[in-house]
């Protein structure tokens, strides 16, 4: 009995040394810590490098052309935004574009469905169907009171 006690005793031993650098966290590969790296540029190389690379980068995805596109911002108010949604539900254009095919131009249903909505937003559909969200958001703020 003793003697199975220190076999198991020396190898639990022998087992710690030989596993106790993995525990440690310092070996060569796999090392999580990261080094620094060391360029042979200079920071006024490296800027006046990035500086050229932006004037000669290729503007392929921008807007027609221009890197530095600005994005428009509609103002349109909070009712004419519920009035579009609605119209754009009602056209049949949101259940077309869910699902797989999304956006296709090339589908009949989709083609039908946006020719709809043009229709519809530009006709007197979209106008009334303001006059009657701003009445209705009204009311319920008079009776609210």
């Known amino acids: 009995m003793k003697h199975a006690f220190k076999t198991s005793l020396a190898l639990a031993a022998l087992l710690t040394a030989y596993g106790a650098p993995a525990l440690a966290g310092n070996y060569a590969e796999g090392d999580p810590r990261p080094t620094a790296l060391v360029?042979?540029?200079n920071r006024a190389e490296v800027s006046a490098d990035a500086q050229r690379w932006a004037q000669a980068a290729p503007t392929q995805g921008y807007p027609e052309g221009?890197?530095?596109a600005v994005a428009f911002v509609s103002a349109?108010?909070?009712?004419a935004v519920m009035a579009d949604t609605l119209i754009w539900m009602r056209s049949g254009l949101a259940a077309a574009q869910n699902g797989e095919a999304g956006s296709d131009l090339s589908r009949p249903a989709y083609r039908q469905a946006a020719a709809e909505y043009a229709r519809l937003r530009s006709g007197p559909e979209y106008t009334a169907l303001v006059?009657?969200?701003?009445?209705?958001?009204?009311s319920a703020r008079t009776a609210s009171r």
């Open 39 to 41: 360029s042979s540029l």
């Open 66 to 68: 221009d890197p530095r």
């Open 76 to 79: 349109n108010s909070r009712v």
């Open 131 to 138: 006059q009657s969200i701003e009445s209705n958001r009204a």
